[in-house]
């Protein structure tokens, strides 16, 4: 799997999203409704800065959704290493995603984990 | 979209619905568009840093001179096939009788090691197994047997050839040829 280099750095972000993706300012957001408010490549450039085998899991995991087995199988650990890498890169992904949509008013201090 | 597993209010299920959420936004990106358009250029880079003997300013130059080196070494092998071919075709065809009463002494006497067969035919196949070879070359040694059959008949050595380089193709193979 090859992933594209991302075209657009997270600092970027304080140039604005674009409009349609721009997810409505309300006090308490759905987590799913924050990330939509990021594009592939700004999730892709979160993704980059995480350390390599957590970045791993993710994509086998997340995006390529291949089976814990068979992730463990692929790199060589054990199943319950994968779903702990997962956990810890799905909350490593979360904090470098928030501050940047605190900054641009997607959420509020109160709506922060 | 939404999750029903947040609850700003619960910590544990703010987790789980973060959790959720993050791995359904990183499912999204398989069905992202990949650009391949530089992945060449860079494999090719990653390749001549890590093996520098690959390394080519030019790789359409490179690919030229591959081809050339083949072309090379399919003539090369040509011209050395045509020399031997021509070479053996311009020589005797079977031995004189000097050669083949050598090799009749050389049999009596034991210095040639001798197999015995019943005819011709088992004779061939014996010298055919043995040094696998031309059609031509078969059956010029075939004509070799029948000159020292007719010669060593009469001791009851009903049959023996020799392989080595004294025999040569015959001449109805040259003819044919």
Partial sequence: MVLRKS????DSMEDGLPDDRLPEKTESRDPQQILEGFSDPQILEALSQLPDEMRWVLLFVDVEALDHATAAAVLGVAEGTIKSRAHRGRAMLRRLLLPLAQDRRLITDAEKP | MTNENHNPANPQADEKAWDDAVSARLGQLRSAPVDLSNLRARIDSQIRQEHPKVRAKNPILRMI???HLQAIAALFIFV????VIINALSNPSIASAQEMFQVHDDLVAGRIPV????????ATKSLVDSIVAFTCVARCAQGACHGLLHEVDQRQA????????RWRPCDDDRRQG
């Fill in chain 1, 7 to 10: 075209q657009v750095s997270l």
């Fill in chain 2, 65 to 67: 001179w591959a081809h």
């Fill in chain 2, 80 to 83: 050395v096939l045509a020399g």
């Fill in chain 2, 115 to 122: 197999s015995r067969v019943t005819s011709i035919e088992d």
């Fill in chain 2, 158 to 165: 009903n049959g023996m050839c020799v392989a080595g380089p």
